[in-house]
């Protein structure tokens, strides 16, 4: 391998959210109160959906690049070359292309979110997602007032699929605004697959339903995965709204900057209206130079990924029999079933903080449907995943399994 994903990285006062901020995310700890066995620096992290590895040398050069210009005024994405540079990227990774005149640009994809349901949702409709989801999708709901419907998925030896059945009846009968559908999917991992997607968009076009399909995940699969855009399947239907970024791709989440790919005119006139549309010319730079030479360190990332779900997978195996795992088809994120040793009350994300010394997020930080589950970032050096893996594992062999009614 050319690049060294063993390396360890110092996080420590980078204001680094997966170091300073885990106590306000996961426990609410606003005060910094609450006691923990643990300094706080001494946690093994595998919470927030960031990488410990550093972004590749090339993105680090563009940005050079960029500061060496000297100038940081106001700054939005002008240059042609950055459509080209990112339609090259979903061209040859995805066989698919979109129109530059429906690409804006966002400070991320949930603060996009946020805005697309305001500007979307007409009063009293309702937001629809697929459970367990990331929690900020019903954040977005929250934000502007409106209620959650949750279809939840189904869970068949750890291989999730979607009611279609449940999605057709709350399409039909719940007010639904906007579908935001996550692609893969975060926590479970799931790719989609062309039947999949096609039963599911074909009930939101059925349904006339505005879909957000956030993609945000769909450069990190496992090896021999292949993601299909939902747009691709349904290149005439202008209600659907893909969002991808270089944030989890190349661990550049702090760069703060999306992709929102909006082809219906009467709402992207909205945004283009109300959106506060100036970029972080270090941003721009960043991805633009991802996009262009960040191929083969990506792909090498891949390898060193599936590497640790590997490992992940063979020491769950062995040291914790009763819990349920497969290695998702995309994502650094590891969703376990440990049903068999928590009960639905039990505060998973603690458990494992006070006995483990391990930070990470599970049960009900997914919005529902997730009762039982942890989710373990395994985007760190091998050495740090041994570590995590070893206390996640000694810490529920000493809790033992419960009885379940
Ligand atoms: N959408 C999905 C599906 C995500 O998983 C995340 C980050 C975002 C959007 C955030 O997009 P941004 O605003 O940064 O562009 N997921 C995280 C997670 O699961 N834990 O920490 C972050």
Redesign the pocket.
């Known amino acids: 391998m050319k690049y060294n994903f063993d390396e360890i990285i110092e996080r420590k006062r980078t204001n680094a ?1 997966s170091v300073e901020g885990f106590r306000e995310y996961i426990f609410q700890d606003v005060e910094h109160k609450l006691e923990l066995p643990y300094p706080d620096d001494e946690f093994v992290r595998m ?4 990488m410990d590895f550093a972004t590749p040398d090339v993105v680090v050069d563009a940005i050079k690049e960029r500061v060496e210009k000297r100038i940081f005024g106001y700054t939005r994405v002008f240059d042609p070359g950055y459509y080209e540079a990112f339609v090259n990227w979903t061209k040859r990774r995805y066989d698919w292309t979109f129109n530059k005149k429906d690409l804006v640009m ?8 946020f805005e697309l349901v305001e500007y979307i949702c007409k009063d009293e409709e309702n937001v629809l997602f697929l459970t367990p989801s ?4 019903k954040y977005a709901a929250d934000f502007n007032g409106r209620k959650s419907v949750c279809s939840d998925l189904i869970n068949t030896d750890g291989y999730f699929t979607m009611d279609y059945d449940d999605l057709e009846d709350k399409m039909a009968n719940e007010n639904i605004g906007v579908v935001i559908f ?1 692609h893969p ?3 479970t991992g799931r790719v989609w697959k062309e039947d999949e997607l096609k039963k599911f968009g074909d009930i939101c076009v059925k349904h006339n339903k505005y879909v957000i399909s ?1 993609e ?2 769909c450069d990190l699969l496992r090896q021999g995965e292949t993601h299909i855009p939902m747009a691709k399947l349904f290149p005439e239907y202008e209600r659907l709204i893909t ?1 991808m ?1 270089p ?2 791709t190349f661990n550049l ?1 702090g760069m ?3 992709n929102i790919i909006i082809p219906d005119a009467e709402i992207r006139g909205r945004w283009n209206a109300r959106h506060y549309n100036f970029d972080n010319p270090l941003s721009i730079a960043a991805t633009q130079g991802a996009y262009e030479k960040g191929e083969e360190w990506l792909e090498e990332l891949r390898a060193y990924l599936d590497g640790n779900m590997q490992y992940v997978g063979d020491c769950l195996k062995e040291h914790l029999p009763a819990a349920n795992f497969r290695i998702p088809e995309a ?1 650094y ?1 590891a969703w376990v079933d440990a049903t068999a040793y928590f009960t639905a009350e039990d505060d998973i994300p603690m458990f494992f903080a006070k006995k483990a010394g391990v930070l990470l ?1 599970g049960s009900t930080m997914f919005v529902q449907n997730g009762n039982g589950f942890f ?1 373990l ?1 395994v985007a760190c050096p091998r050495s740090v995943l041994e570590d995590g893996m070893d206390r996640v594992c000694k810490a529920l062999n000493e809790k033992g399994t419960v009885a379940h009614k």
Do not use: Q
């Open positions: 959210m919470w927030v959906a960031d966002s400070n991320g994809i949930i603060p996009a979110l990331y929690a900020y999708f996550c999917h975060n926590p956030d945000i995940h969002c970024a944030s989890k989440a703060m900057i999306s994502t994120l997020e989710r970032n």
